[in-house]
């Protein structure tokens, strides 16, 4: 073994040792663990293409790894900060708060407002209606639409769940400064616009059919 190899596993070591993943008693998994975390986090994701001689934006490939990353962490942090609201765990919530922000919505106007598939969203609403939270009535002017809206159980866990939300939403928001989150939201906004067009009115067209929207 060269000696050189020890001397970079040792820095390495003091490395691990010196970061923030570092607790008393640690094992080789957890220097292991860190060893692939950092690995992953300094590597670009184009480099693989590249390998392959693909042609590749660097910016707008980073920009999708941090997306799904967020979007990971997300969920963790939201199961986390409303630990003590199981029911509203999930995407559940999301689905709560809209209808307090709109308090009478159809199901597919529910479901489109959260972004999400059809199934996915009625999955969502049957778990909300089977824990009491919300109610379907028939629409008054569609009989054969039904309209969604808050119980008394559910106005009571919107009420007691903003504080554990509030707190979520700031930790989710990092350690940013006012202005950067101000800038942050402006550009997170004119993004999820930007999607929300594709979702409402692109939704059935070929990945290569949306690109003459971002030329």
Same mark, same amino acid.
């Given at each position: 073994?060269?000696?050189?190899?020890?001397?970079?596993?040792?820095?390495?070591?003091?490395?691990?040792?010196?970061?923030?993943?570092?607790?008393?008693?640690?094992?080789?998994?957890?220097?292991?663990?860190?060893?692939?975390?950092?690995?992953?986090?300094?590597?670009?994701?184009?480099?693989?293409?590249?390998?392959?001689?693909?042609?590749?934006?660097?910016?707008?490939?980073?920009?999708?790894?941090?997306?799904?990353?967020?979007?990971?962490?997300?969920?963790?942090?939201?199961?986390?900060?409303?630990?003590?609201?199981?029911?509203?765990?999930?995407?559940?919530?999301?689905?709560?708060?809209?209808?307090?922000?709109?308090?009478?919505?159809?199901?597919?106007?529910?479901?489109?407002?959260?972004?999400?598939?059809?199934?996915?969203?009625?999955?969502?609403?049957?778990?909300?209606?089977?824990?009491?939270? &919300?109610?379907?009535?028939?629409?008054? @002017? %569609?009989?054969?639409? /039904?309209? $969604?809206? +808050?119980? *008394? !159980?559910?106005?009571?866990?919107?009420?007691?769940?903003?504080?554990?939300?509030?707190?979520?939403?700031? &930790?989710?928001?990092?350690?940013?400064? @006012? %202005?950067?989150?101000? /800038?942050? $939201?402006? +550009?997170? *906004? !004119?993004?999820?616009?930007?999607?929300?067009?594709?979702?409402?009115?692109?939704?059935?067209?070929?990945?290569?059919?949306?690109?003459?929207?971002?030329?």
């Amino acid at each position: 073994m060269e000696t050189s190899f020890l001397i970079n596993l040792l820095l390495e070591v003091q490395e691990y040792e010196h970061s923030k993943s570092f607790k008393n008693h640690a094992t080789i998994e957890d220097f292991r663990i860190w060893l692939n975390e950092k690995k992953y986090t300094t590597e670009s994701p184009t480099k693989l293409f590249k390998n392959e001689n693909h042609e590749v934006s660097f910016t707008e490939n980073e920009i999708c790894k941090q997306v799904l990353l967020l979007g990971r962490f997300s969920k963790q942090m939201i199961r986390k900060g409303l630990s003590d609201f199981p029911t509203l765990a999930n995407e559940e919530f999301t689905y709560l708060y809209r209808l307090k922000d709109e308090p009478s919505l159809t199901k597919m106007q529910l479901i489109e407002r959260n972004g999400h598939e059809k199934q996915t969203g009625i999955q969502i609403i049957k778990r909300l209606l089977d824990d009491g939270l &919300i109610q379907e009535t028939v629409d008054e @002017n %569609d009989k054969r639409a /039904k309209r $969604l809206t +808050l119980t *008394k !159980k559910g106005e009571e866990a919107f009420h007691q769940s903003v504080e554990k939300v509030n707190t979520t939403s700031r &930790i989710l928001s990092a350690n940013l400064k @006012n %202005d950067e989150k101000t /800038k942050l $939201l402006e +550009l997170l *906004k !004119k993004v999820n616009d930007f999607h929300y067009t594709l979702y409402t009115e692109y939704k059935n067209s070929e990945i290569k059919e949306l690109l003459h929207l971002i030329e």
